[in-house]
């Protein structure tokens, strides 16, 4: 993603940006690769002191604000990840947090969410069930704070779900919406067909990629104007990008 091209990219860069707290290197790799495949940009951190070192120096680019989700586990060397937690939510740093942890019992989980977990995901875990939860969670915290995101000439209002072009409200279906908040997630950058189907449907079929390339269609139509370059890029055999202003 480009740096300092407007608020909407300052603001998606930190919705975006997904810290992984775990000790175990194996798992944390496999975390590490999978998010960034679905298009998050991943920081790691292998000891609790780490992370909340990460998440609360003003120095730091994982500071409260500029950190879309944290993925914590519970049992790390140095402080652990219910201390973590703890502290994050003492210091005033409410981003959101998906603990993950052995330990499934409901006293477990009810502790998670005692001590200011968002979410609570009870190991081994799917993949996929960790980047829904981790988007659900993104996007209520997003809702809560009421945000807009602008890139370019185009404006979503997250809480209503309605988008704006220079200043005229564009009409929209709901899954043309969830198309187009996927790749105002990241402006300029060439997002994969298969991960916009996962993020828009939850499931990879080959109506989904067909319903894609129709959606596309019907976007461009409603945002693009003669004599301009198309809000949206097709890379053929690749996917889709947003145009991002330069």
């Known amino acids: 993603m480009t740096e300092g091209s407007g608020p909407g990219q300052a603001y998606f860069q930190a919705m975006d940006r997904v810290l992984v707290v775990e000790d175990d290197e194996e798992l944390l790799?496999?975390?590490?690769?999978?998010?960034?495949?679905?298009?998050?940009?991943?920081?790691?951190?292998?000891?609790?002191?780490?992370?909340l070192a990460m998440l609360l120096s003003p120095a730091s680019e994982l500071r409260a604000g500029r950190t879309g989700a944290v993925v914590l586990d519970l049992l790390l060397p140095g402080l652990n990840g219910r201390e973590v937690c703890y502290r994050l939510r003492a210091a005033g740093c409410w981003v959101p947090v998906l603990m993950a942890s052995a330990f499934g019992e409901v006293e477990d989980r009810v502790q998670g969410f005692h001590d200011g977990a968002d979410d609570y995901l009870v190991k081994p875990f799917s993949l996929a069930e960790l980047v829904v939860r981790l988007r659900a969670i993104m996007r209520r915290d997003a809702w809560r704070e009421g945000r807009s995101v602008e890139v370019g000439d185009l404006r979503f209002d997250l809480a209503t779900q309605r988008v704006w072009q220079q200043g005229r409200e564009v009409e929209l279906s709901r899954r043309e919406l969830a198309v187009l908040s996927v790749l105002m997630n990241r402006p300029g950058i060439v997002l994969s067909r298969q991960a916009i189907v996962r993020a828009v449907w939850g499931r990879e079929e080959r109506r989904?990629?067909?319903?894609?390339?129709?959606?596309?269609c019907k976007l461009?139509?409603?945002?693009d104007t003669p004599c301009e370059p198309s809000h949206i890029d097709t890379l053929p055999r690749v996917g889709y990008r947003l145009r991002a202003p330069r």
């Open 208 to 216: 989904s990629a067909n319903l894609l390339e129709q959606h596309i």
């Open 29 to 51: 790799s496999a975390l590490e690769r999978h998010l960034s495949e679905e298009g998050f940009v991943v920081e790691t951190a292998q000891d609790g002191n780490e992370a």
């Open 220 to 223: 461009r139509r409603k945002l």
